[in-house]
C-alpha cells in the first residue's frame, strides 16, 4: 500500500466564486478534485518510459466547507493495481482542525502518451 500526503493553503483563486462552481468563497469542489488527483499520481510510481496515468472515474463526496487561509492536508491511498494498468484509488482531505472535508474514490489508467495524444 503507498500513501502520499501534500498539503495547500485555500486562496481565493481556489474557491467556488473564482472556480465557476458556486458563488461563494469557500473551497470549490473542482479544486477539491485537481488536489486529489494530484496526490493520487504521486503514489504512481516506475510507469515505462512515455507512459502516464489519466483519471477515468472519480466519486467524490465533499462534505464540509473551507474558507480561504485555511490549510487542508490531502492524502491518497493506492489501493489496487488491476493488470499492470488500471490503479484505485482511495482519497482523503482534512482541513487544519483535521475534521475531513471530503473523501473520494479515484481510478487511473496507464497509457502510452504519444498513442493518447495522437487520438485527439
Not at 495547500?8 to 479544486?31: D, I, K, M, N, W
Not at 512515455?50 to 490531502?74: F, L, M, P, W
Not at 493495481?81 to 481510478?107: M, P, Q, W, Y
Amino acid at each position: 500500500m503507498i500513501l502520499k500526503t501534500q498539503q495547500l493553503t485555500v486562496t481565493s483563486e481556489l474557491t467556488a466564486e473564482r472556480q465557476g462552481s458556486g458563488l461563494l468563497p469557500v473551497y470549490a469542489t473542482p479544486a477539491v478534485v485537481a488536489l486529489m488527483e494530484s496526490t493520487a499520481c504521486m503514489c504512481i510510481e516506475d510507469l515505462p518510459d512515455g507512459y502516464t496515468t489519466v483519471g477515468v472515474h472519480i466519486d467524490i463526496q465533499h462534505e464540509k466547507a473551507t474558507k480561504v487561509g485555511d490549510t487542508v492536508s490531502c492524502t491518497a491511498c493506492l489501493k489496487d493495481v488491476i493488470d499492470d494498468k488500471k490503479f484505485c484509488f482511495l482519497i482523503r482531505v482534512v482541513n487544519s482542525d483535521g475534521e475531513e472535508i471530503a473523501i473520494a474514490t479515484h481510478e487511473r489508467v496507464r497509457v502510452n502518451a504519444e498513442r493518447f495524444m495522437s487520438k485527439l
